[in-house]
């Protein structure tokens, strides 16, 4: 445990290990510093501007990140680690939440990584190939940071804006995450691909790979009588702040 202007910090692993990120990144040696949560940052949590515009769990996050990081680059599954840490090192491991009419305690410091085949990981390369099955046509894609999140979030909400029942979060997603289709990158060739060309079977093929093949931590719990596969863990301002009754 270090100190920074006496308060003590903790270096938490990554579960990409640092392979997806460009060698001289500060993210590329698979692990990241933060400090423990103060008064301060309980003050972020309150934030009603924050709250609103749904950015009050990015706030906390970059106020306790302690190495030198550019926030939108780090991966959606390292920023989950950094997510259950920030909680663990703010208000401890033991988690209470309410499932089905029933109160659930989890050990937040038992989430362990997903199981994942880092064979094919390359040291500092993001890009990864998949056939689709049905037409055999080959993509690369990527895996998403919170920049890539950000940038899909305001697009969906521009789309919204245009026609308020629009639902083309899994095409935008898919635009976003897919980066060449036959060895073409040309960004617009990429959309057209998904928009007209996509089979739905390729498509849901392609999304189980990705659920498989991407690391990121193990964010279920099992509830007695629930489902087989697991529920999500439920992650809002109260996971950081269980009294603050939000």
């Known amino acids: 445990m270090e100190k920074i202007n006496n308060i003590p910090t903790e270096v938490v692993d990554l579960p990409s290990k640092g392979l997806l ?7 590329a040696g698979g692990t990241i510093e933060m400090k423990y949560m103060t008064a301060k940052e309980e003050d972020i949590l ?9 950015i009050v769990i990015d706030k906390l996050l970059q106020a306790l990140i302690v190495s030198p990081i550019q926030y939108k680059d780090l991966l959606i599954c390292d920023k989950n680690a950094v997510m259950v840490a920030a909680r663990v090192l703010g208000y401890g491991e033991i988690y209470e939440f309410e499932y089905a009419g029933n109160t659930e305690q989890i050990d937040l410091s038992k989430i362990e990584n997903k199981d994942v085949d880092y064979g094919p990981f390359e040291k500092g390369e993001n890009s990864f190939e998949f056939t689709l099955p049905s037409t055999n046509r080959l993509i690369t894609f990527k895996m998403l940071t919170h920049g890539d999140e950000s940038n899909i979030s305001r697009e969906i909400e521009g789309l919204k804006k245009i026609k308020k029942d629009d639902s083309s979060e899994l ?6 995450v897919i980066t060449s289709i036959d060895g073409q990158t040309d960004i617009k060739a990429i959309r057209s691909f998904v928009d007209t060309e996509f089979l739905a079977r390729d498509a849901r093929a392609f999304r189980n790979h990705l659920r498989t093949f991407q ?27 269980p009294d603050a009754g939000i």
């Open 215 to 241: 690391p990121d931590l193990d964010l279920r719990f099992y509830p007695e009588n629930g489902p087989s596969g697991g529920v999500d863990i439920p992650i809002g301002v109260g996971f950081f702040w």
């Open 171 to 176: 095409s935008t997603r898919m635009k976003h």
């Open 21 to 27: 990120y460009p060698k001289d990144s500060p993210l």
């Open 46 to 54: 309150t934030n009603q501007a924050y709250i609103q515009k749904g």
